[in-house]
Structure formats: C-alpha cells, structure tokens
C-alpha cells in the first residue's frame, strides 16, 4: 500500500508570511489508519519530502485521513536553491460544491 504525508497544521513566522513547521505524518494513500502519527518538525523536513519525490497534501478533516486537500509544493526565491524554499498548495476546489479547498496558510496553528 502506498503512502502519504499529510499537513495537518501549520506554525507561522512572527510576520504570519512564512511557514515555518508543518504538524504532518504520514498515512495510507486509500486508508484512515496512521503509518507514522503526526508530530510538529521544521518545514525543512517536508520540504525534503517535496524533493525526494513524496506526495504531500493538506488535510481537511483529521478525524478522516482520506479527505485531503491541495498538494504541497516547493517553491524557490529567486536566486535560490528548492532546498532553501519555502512550501505552499496549489489552489484547488471541491469537485462536487466547487468551493475553494484550504490552502496550507489556512490550517489550523500547531
């Protein structure tokens, strides 16, 4: 069974621009059961993730581990390395209200 790392919530800069520490674990992909329970780290570990090739995604309802929201990705300042990046969703919508999906910068704080 393959797996997923989830988002579950986010911790901010003092500014509340940047992230920078996710509370994530990591879940089956068609399942409601934890492989690896969520735990607060560095962003710097999603982003490893990210680069490694994993998939990320938000979560939307943690007491339902299949419903998950937009992918995470890296993106890089300019001038920059990925390594050095920060991390956001990519905007998507509800397929049956069309409504907006939180984006990560939505998440509850950890």
Same mark, same amino acid.
Not at 10 to 30: L, N, P
């Given at each position: 069974?393959?797996?997923?790392?989830?988002?579950?919530?986010?911790?901010?800069?003092?500014?509340?621009?940047?992230?920078?520490?996710?509370?994530?674990?990591? @879940?089956? #992909?068609?399942?409601? !059961?934890?492989?690896?329970?969520?735990?607060?780290?560095?962003?710097?570990?999603?982003?490893?993730?990210?680069?490694?090739?994993?998939?990320?995604?938000?979560?939307?309802?943690?007491?339902?581990?299949?419903? !998950?929201?937009?992918?995470?990705?890296?993106? @890089?300042?300019?001038? #920059?390395?990925?390594?050095?990046?920060?991390?956001?969703?990519?905007?998507?919508?509800?397929?049956?209200?069309?409504? @907006?999906?939180?984006?990560?910068?939505?998440?509850?704080?950890?």
């Amino acid at each position: 069974m393959s797996a997923v790392n989830l988002i579950g919530a986010v911790r901010r800069d003092v500014s509340g621009a940047f992230i920078t520490h996710v509370s994530w674990g990591i @879940a089956g #992909e068609e399942s409601d !059961t934890w492989f690896r329970e969520p735990s607060t780290t560095g962003v710097n570990e999603i982003v490893d993730r990210i680069l490694a090739g994993d998939s990320v995604y938000t979560l939307l309802d943690p007491k339902d581990l299949t419903r !998950t929201g937009p992918p995470v990705r890296v993106v @890089a300042a300019e001038g #920059e390395s990925a390594s050095a990046g920060a991390v956001e969703s990519i905007e998507a919508y509800d397929s049956r209200s069309g409504e @907006a999906l939180p984006t990560l910068m939505k998440l509850p704080a950890c």
